[in-house]
């Protein structure tokens, strides 16, 4: 995910354009979120001369998979984004609008790592109205009812239902 931005520093090109296939190494950072199935990224866009330093504009694109987050069950989730950002040589680390290269290399890597990491969401559902699973037999309730539920008398109830008892 390397750029030489010397063509354009000297004049010699225009614009660099992207079209390239990202794929995901550093695993660990994602082992926190429900993300099961990591794909490979799409990215499409250019880099351009701008002011005394460069622009970036990309976009990218992938499908991966998240486990829903009250079934468990694999659901399909698109990881889609654009970053449009100035490149410079000085600028102040912190600043989100800024990619700072120290060189004439610019590395994609972790400008797209960190857009998407920072843009995935924390849980995915299969469906809103998803009905997870028996917290007792842990059966998938989307596929229909299991045997506990039938005898499964809310506590508070069970209370009442003595008191009638009693009268
Ligand atoms: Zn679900
Ligand atoms: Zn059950």
């Known amino acids: 995910m390397k750029y030489d ?5 000297a004049k010699k090109l225009n614009v660099i354009e992207i079209d390239t296939t990202f794929t995901f190494t550093d695993e660990d950072a994602l082992s926190n979120s429900m993300v099961c199935t990591v794909n490979p990224v799409n ?24 486990q829903c987050g009250r079934c468990l069950e ?31 290399v610019i590395d994609l890597y972790d400008v797209i790592y960190n857009d998407i990491v920072l843009n995935l969401p924390s849980q995915v559902m299969c469906d809103e109205e998803c009905k997870g699973l028996c917290p007792n ?28 008892t009693h009268d």
């Open 43 to 66: 990215v499409k866009g250019t880099i351009k001369s701008y002011g005394n330093g460069f622009k970036l504009d990309i976009s990218y694109e992938s499908t991966w998979q998240y």
């Open 137 to 164: 037999c842990g059966k998938n309730l989307n596929t229909g009812a299991c045997e506990c539920s039938v005898d499964n008398v809310d506590p508070r109830l069970a209370k009442l239902k003595n008191l009638f």
């Open 74 to 104: 694999p659901v399909d989730y698109v990881i889609k984004g654009e970053i449009i950002r100035s490149i410079v040589k000085d600028g102040n680390d912190g600043d989100d609008d800024y990619v700072v290269v120290e060189s004439t």
């Open 5 to 9: 931005l010397s063509p354009l520093s």
